[in-house]
């Protein structure tokens, strides 16, 4: 499986780092790393079942939920409902990393 086949629509190739646990089957959780690239944001904010961790790992990013923009640095973490509208926005000069973490209600 191509791991960035599960990578919503509105993603560039350039923000792909790496998915951590593709290989297991049956999970409830998706842990992985992106790279934010200078410039680079969803198209448009996206919502989905969950609920999601985030936490930037190196640099700063902006983070917008439902409509409002929040400033994530180094270390700065979130955990929050996936049902509401969210993206990550990358505005500055350096590329930022972001370890992100989806909790799937079980089926």
Known sequence: MDPTAILPAGFRAAQWRMLLAHKRS???R???LLTASTGVAL?????HEGKEFLMAQR???HFEF????HSLRNGDG???DS??????????K???IVMSDFFRPPR
């Open 59 to 61: 640099g700063t990013i």
């Open 94 to 96: 350096r590329d930022a």
């Open 26 to 28: 049956n999970r409830s």
């Open 30 to 32: 998706d842990p992985f």
């Open 43 to 47: 198209d448009e904010a996206l919502s």
């Open 78 to 80: 979130l955990f929050f």
């Open 83 to 92: 049902h509401v509208p969210h993206r990550i926005i990358n505005p500055h």
């Open 66 to 69: 439902d409509g409002k923009v």
